[in-house]
């Protein structure tokens, strides 16, 4: 266990339909990424929060948005679904120390859109 | 940009054999991480050894090493004595240095799968 939930495990839901998805990190770890994992495209990085503030974007789609709460909890908002957004979405944590490598990662959130 | 490569989708190795899993990268970046996580059937990714580019010497953990060479930007993760445990996904990534607290993202390879036999 890495101390990262996400909820919900699984989600289905249909084409033009939005879903949030939520994670929260380890105790006391500011760092939040979100990661899409699918057939195609592979394990990509999505959008990194710290702290509450956005850091860094990957390849994240118009659609998809998301935000970091004061207590540190992320949700990952996918609006005007498509079957191509189904995958395994992931959200992993990291402490705020510089040169700190190792990212914790949740159990997914599997996504299947119909 | 940084990529990271691995050219073998599918291995298969018999138990208590050694396997070698292959992956290369490219940066510009004199220092680095890479890493190799594993992800079974169970879907969560694990940690299995990472290695900081500044160091000369191949990380070990257990039955997992790897063979780092920095000129070739190469990262290649050899697994010994194959458990039928190991059967997985194996997931090459890179990772910037961190300018601050807060880090930097993880970019992955496309994976190997990994088939351990009895």
């Known amino acids: 266990d890495s101390g990262v939930t996400q909820t919900p495990k699984h989600l289905i839901t249909a084409t033009g339909q939005r879903v949030t998805l939520r994670c929260s990190p380890r105790s006391g770890d500011l760092s939040v990424y979100w990661y899409q994992q699918s057939l195609d495209q592979g394990l990509q990085f999505l959008i990194h929060?710290?702290?509450?503030?956005?850091?860094a974007k990957g390849n994240i789609l118009e659609r998809f948005s998301a935000q970091q709460f004061p207590d540190l909890h992320s949700e990952l908002n996918l609006s005007s679904l498509e079957l191509g957004d189904s995958a395994l979405y992931f959200c992993?944590?990291?402490?705020?120390?510089?040169?700190?490598?190792?990212?914790?990662f949740g159990p997914g959130t599997r996504l299947t859109v119909l | 940009a940084q990529t990271v490569t691995q050219s073998q989708p599918e291995m298969s190795v018999q138990e208590a054999e050694t396997v070698t899993l292959s992956c290369t990268y490219d940066t510009s970046e004199s220092n680095y991480y890479l890493f190799w996580y594993k992800q079974p059937p169970s879907r969560q990714m694990i940690l299995v050894i990472r290695?900081?580019?500044?160091?000369?010497q191949n990380a070990t953990e257990n039955r997992f090493s790897v063979n780092f060479q920095k000129a070739a930007k190469s990262f290649s993760l050899k697994i010994s004595d194959s458990q039928l445990g190991d059967t997985a996904m194996y997931f090459c990534a890179f990772m910037k240095p961190t300018p601050n607290q807060a880090g930097t993202a993880l970019i992955f390879g496309k994976g190997t799968t990994l088939s351990v036999s009895s």
């Open positions: 992993a944590s990291t402490p705020a120390r510089i040169s700190y490598n190792e990212q914790f």
């Open positions: 290695q900081e580019a500044y160091k000369q």
């Open positions: 929060y710290y702290n509450g503030e956005e850091r």
